[in-house]
């Protein structure tokens, strides 16, 4: 219960940002979701001190030169990443975003079409 207890405050602190300072600043977020729950969630799965590194990333990496797009948390940390080099938690480039299902089905080796015009869809 008490491990928990950091993990609760910083929730509570990114949501009463949500609710107030981004409601005034606005959502101008690049990524979906935006870097606050982005935050929220990579703290919720992997602590504060590892998550607050990842979060951190993220938002380095949101500015008009960095990235944009899908990005979401990793359910995997780096094996390269300790305690005492916490900017090895975070990915500084790129995002990390779901492969669509066309690409991997069209990639997918075993697919093969159905019998009858080439479209993958079988005729009654």
Same mark, same amino acid.
């Given at each position: 219960?008490? $491990? *928990?207890?950091? #993990?609760?405050?910083?929730? %509570? ?9 981004? +409601? ?32 951190? $990333? *993220?938002?380095? #990496?949101?500015?008009?030169? %960095? ?9 995997? +940390? ?32 075993? $697919? ?7 479209? %993958?869809?079988?005729?009654?």
């Amino acid at each position: 219960m008490v $491990a *928990r207890l950091p #993990r609760r405050a910083a929730h %509570g602190l990114i949501r009463g940002y949500q609710l107030s300072l981004s +409601l005034l600043v606005g959502r101008h977020c690049r990524h979906w979701p935006s870097c606050s729950a982005y935050t929220d969630e990579a703290i919720q799965r992997h602590g504060l001190w590892r998550g607050g590194w990842v979060g951190f $990333a *993220r938002i380095c #990496r949101c500015n008009p030169y %960095g990235t944009s797009g899908i990005d979401l948390v990793c359910e995997e +940390l780096p094996p390269d990443a300790t305690w005492y080099r916490p900017w090895s938690y975070g990915r500084w480039r790129g995002v990390n975003a779901p492969p669509s299902e066309g690409v991997t089905a069209a990639f997918d080796s075993d $697919a093969q079409p159905a019998a009858g015009d080439g479209s %993958g869809t079988p005729h009654p």
